[in-house]
């Protein structure tokens, strides 16, 4: 890994600083007894965490195990604080917090050594614009996964919620994706299409999102709400389910036909994903 600058490194220490100024810890510190991959641990209350702020790659993608083995290292058996925002839990009942060991912020750890990507899902967005700096600097210097071998960007598919409790037929709302700005800069999703295995396409219109942001593309009927940053919300208007709950295949791609990528769905009777692909239970 390249060392940072002198300079890059007291901006970073600076926007830390200010990051967390007037920021108040509630949760007393918690002993993680295991990790389960870059991103979420179990604590010793018996509650899952997954980190705020960043998605760690998904077992068997490019660097999910050095970004597992890493949060290892930092976390296991040890005594951390755990920093909470708005919202505190997710629909699968983690708790979402910001990790610190010693007063070092994991979630910061793992984006500058490029084995996480910036997450920012409204009305969360503590530290939003620090942990941005350090995916620049990461993205720059070509760290993990920002080297030819991880991200293809501009955008990478998150979550694929393809078997949501219940009958989709009857709400096929339920089913969603979850798409998150990898890029630099705000970047357009004009253009792009998304398609399952059987050939349903659906056609992004005109929306730029900011980075570390997200669109979620419901497949049921509704509104587009299309923010230019925060949770920009959009619909397939299908007609009914898109997602098939025998085995499926989610592919994102560019306006010129290039596969931005990809994630395999299991069939419904499993309920865990495919190692190299999303549709488990992330956000």
């Given at each position: 890994?390249?060392?940072?600058?002198?300079?890059?490194?007291?901006?970073?220490?600076?926007?830390l600083l200010l990051a967390l100024a007037g920021t108040a810890v509630?949760?007393?510190?918690?002993?993680?007894?295991?990790?389960?991959?870059?991103?979420?641990?179990?604590?010793?209350?018996?509650?899952?965490?997954?980190?705020?702020?960043?998605?760690?790659?998904?077992?068997?993608q490019p660097f999910a195990a050095e970004a597992t083995a890493r949060?290892?290292?930092?976390?296991?058996?040890?005594?951390?604080?755990?920093?909470?925002?708005?919202?505190?839990?997710?629909?699968?009942?983690?708790?979402?917090?910001?990790?610190?060991?010693?007063?070092?912020?994991?979630?910061?750890?793992?984006?500058?050594?490029?084995?996480?990507?910036?997450?920012?899902?409204?009305?969360?967005?503590?530290?939003?614009?620090?942990?941005?700096?350090?995916?620049?600097?990461?993205?720059?210097?070509?760290?993990?996964?920002?080297?030819?071998?991880?991200?293809?960007?501009?955008?990478?598919?998150?979550?694929?919620?393809?078997?949501?409790?219940?009958?989709?037929?009857?709400?096929?709302?339920?089913?969603?994706?979850?798409?998150?700005?990898?890029?630099?800069?705000?970047?357009?999703?004009?253009?792009?299409?998304?398609?399952?295995?059987?050939?349903?396409?659906?056609?992004?219109?005109?929306?730029?999102?900011?980075?570390?942001?997200?669109?979620?593309?419901?497949?049921?009927?509704?509104?587009?709400?299309?923010?230019?940053?925060?949770?920009?919300?959009?619909?397939?208007?299908?007609?009914?389910?898109?997602?098939?709950?025998?085995?499926?295949?989610?592919?994102?791609?560019?306006?010129?036909?290039?596969?931005?990528?990809?994630?395999?769905?299991?069939?419904?009777?499993?309920?865990?994903?495919?190692?190299?692909?999303?549709?488990?239970?992330?956000?």
């Amino acid at each position: 890994m390249s060392p940072m600058s002198p300079a890059r490194s007291a901006l970073s220490a600076l926007a830390l600083l200010l990051a967390l100024a007037g920021t108040a810890v509630p949760a007393a510190p918690a002993r993680v007894i295991r990790v389960l991959d870059g991103d979420t641990v179990h604590i010793e209350s018996g509650e899952r965490v997954r980190y705020l702020g960043i998605n760690a790659p998904e077992t068997g993608q490019p660097f999910a195990a050095e970004a597992t083995a890493r949060n290892a290292a930092l976390v296991r058996g040890q005594t951390v604080t755990l920093e909470t925002d708005t919202e505190v839990r997710d629909q699968y009942g983690r708790l979402l917090a910001f990790v610190y060991v010693g007063g070092t912020s994991v979630s910061a750890t793992l984006i500058q050594e490029g084995l996480a990507h910036v997450l920012l899902i409204p009305p969360n967005g503590k530290h939003a614009e620090y942990l941005l700096e350090l995916q620049r600097e990461a993205r720059e210097t070509r760290r993990g996964i920002w080297g030819p071998a991880g991200i293809r960007g501009p955008f990478k598919i998150v979550t694929v919620r393809a078997n949501p409790p219940g009958d989709e037929r009857e709400d096929p709302n339920g089913e969603y994706v979850r798409i998150a700005c990898v890029a630099a800069e705000p970047a357009s999703l004009a253009g792009y299409t998304l398609q399952d295995r059987f050939g349903h396409r659906y056609r992004f219109p005109p929306l730029t999102l900011h980075p570390g942001y997200t669109v979620l593309v419901f497949s049921g009927d509704g509104t587009d709400a299309l923010e230019a940053a925060g949770q920009a919300r959009l619909y397939w208007r299908a007609g009914g389910p898109v997602w098939n709950n025998t085995g499926d295949e989610a592919t994102l791609r560019d306006p010129a036909g290039t596969v931005v990528d990809r994630v395999i769905i299991l069939p419904r009777r499993s309920g865990r994903p495919i190692p190299g692909t999303a549709g488990g239970p992330r956000t």
